[in-house]
C-alpha cells in the first residue's frame, strides 16, 4: 500500500497571505489528524477528521482549520499566516487494528516557511 | 492531563554502543504506548509499540517494555549503528475513539559517532 502522501513538500509564504496544505491518507483510513512540529513548541496536535467530520481539535486560533473530503483526503488552510506559523506541518492517517488499538502512520510533512 | 517525559539530548554514541532512551509518563486509563523515529527531513515514522502491561514491542534491534508499576517505556537497542542516527519520540494514546490524538514527548536526539 502507498503511504500517506502530502503536498507541497515546501512552501514559502510571506505573512498575511493564507496556505492549504493536502493530504492522502492511507487507503482505508478513514481518520486523518494534523500536527505542527516546530523547535521550539514541539509536536502539537492540531486536529483530527473521520468520515468527514472533526472529532477532536488542539489549541490552535481559529486562523487554523481543516476540511476531509468524501475520498478522506484532508486539506489544512491557515490564514493571515503569522512568522510563528513556520513549523513542518505533518499529516497522520490511523488505522485500527483488529485488537482496537489505534496506530498513526505519518506523511514526510510539509515544510511551510513564513517570511 | 496525560504528558509523557523524555529524557533530554542530544544522546551522543559511539557505533556499537548500548542505547538507553527513557521515556517515562502519565495517563489516565490505559494508554498505548509508542515510539517514532524522526530521521533529518524526514517525517514520522512508526518504530514500535506497546498496548498493555508487561508487552514488548521491538523492531529493527531496538526494544521497548510497557512497566506500568514504574510508568515508563524506555527504548533500548543493543548496538548502535551510524544510520540510527535521528530524533526518537515517545508517544501515548488513550484509546477513546471520540478523543483520539497521541501526546508527544520532546524528543531525544541522537548522534552515533564512527
Known amino acids: 500500500k502507498a503511504g500517506v502522501t502530502q503536498t507541497p513538500r515546501y512552501l514559502i509564504k510571506t505573512r498575511g497571505q493564507q496556505v492549504t496544505l493536502s493530504c492522502s491518507p492511507i487507503?482505508?483510513?478513514?481518520?486523518v489528524s494534523w500536527y505542527q512540529q516546530t523547535p521550539g513548541q514541539g509536536l502539537q496536535f492540531l486536529f483530527e477528521y473521520f468520515s468527514e467530520t472533526q472529532r477532536n481539535k488542539g489549541n490552535f486560533p481559529g486562523r487554523f482549520s481543516g476540511r476531509q473530503f468524501s475520498n478522506s483526503r484532508s486539506e489544512m488552510n491557515v490564514s493571515t499566516l503569522e512568522l510563528g506559523d513556520s513549523a513542518l506541518y505533518l499529516c497522520?492517517?490511523?488505522?485500527?487494528?483488529?485488537?482496537?488499538?489505534?496506530?498513526?502512520?505519518f506523511g514526510p510533512g510539509t515544510r511551510l516557511t513564513v517570511l | 492531563g496525560d504528558s509523557v517525559t523524555q529524557m533530554e539530548g542530544p544522546v551522543t554514541l559511539s557505533e556499537e554502543a548500548f542505547l538507553t532512551i527513557n521515556c517515562t509518563y502519565t495517563?489516565?486509563?490505559?494508554?498505548?504506548l509508542f515510539w517514532y523515529v524522526q530521521y533529518p527531513g524526514e517525517g514520522l515514522q512508526l518504530l514500535l509499540k506497546?498496548?498493555?502491561a508487561d508487552d514488548k514491542g521491538s523492531n529493527k534491534g531496538f526494544e521497548a517494555t510497557y512497566r506500568k508499576e514504574t510508568t515508563s517505556f524506555h527504548l533500548e537497542k543493543g548496538s548502535v549503528q551510524v544510520s540510527d542516527s535521528a530524533v526518537y519520540f515517545c508517544a501515548l494514546t488513550t484509546p477513546r475513539d471520540s478523543n483520539y490524538q497521541l501526546i508527544w514527548g520532546a524528543g531525544t536526539k541522537l548522534i552515533i559517532k564512527p
Open positions: 495517563a489516565t486509563g490505559y494508554p498505548s
Open positions: 506497546a498496548t498493555k
Open positions: 487507503s482505508g483510513h478513514r481518520s
Open positions: 497522520a492517517s490511523r488505522h485500527r487494528t483488529s485488537g482496537g488499538t489505534d496506530t498513526q502512520y
